[in-house]
């Protein structure tokens, strides 16, 4: 499976961006995918994840605060993450990611659960 995530940018705070991630390859397999960010000096960190039957998805509230969507579309391969009223403390490399095996609730934060990643998109808020 590979990951092409884009979408990133430079935004006000308050503002939006929505940001894709394309999976391709062997696709079918591809049982959960989650958006994970960076920031500088600091350890990546999860964001959200859903998974890829049912559509059922997971969000790192601490993070998220209710600002953030996470959605699929399966025809396109992509997962989207909408956000929303973004702050500066939003600036970040985010990374998609994907794994075809089945991630257990409490594990889906874990980043060294999922083995695959995209090469990441960097998304600056301004204040």
């Known amino acids: 499976v590979q990951l092409q995530a884009c979408g990133g940018g430079l935004v006000q705070a308050g503002g939006s961006l929505r940001l894709s991630c394309v999976a391709s390859?062997?696709?079918?397999?591809?049982?959960?995918m989650g958006w994970f960010r960076q920031a500088p000096g600091k350890e990546r960190e999860f964001v959200a994840a859903?998974?890829?039957?049912?559509?059922?998805?997971?969000y790192a509230d601490s993070v998220v605060k209710g600002r953030f969507t996470i959605s699929r579309d399966d025809a396109k391969n992509t997962v989207y993450l909408q956000m929303n009223s973004l702050e500066p403390e939003d600036t970040a490399i985010y990374y998609c990611?994907?794994?075809?095996?089945?991630?257990?609730?409490?594990?889906?934060?874990?980043?060294?659960?999922?083995?695959?990643w995209g090469q990441g998109t960097l998304v600056t808020v301004s204040s």
């Open positions: 990611a994907a794994d075809r095996r089945e991630i257990t609730d409490w594990a889906l934060p874990l980043n060294y659960k999922y083995e695959y």
């Open positions: 390859g062997r696709t079918f397999s591809t049982y959960v």
């Open positions: 859903i998974r890829w039957s049912g559509g059922s998805t997971y």
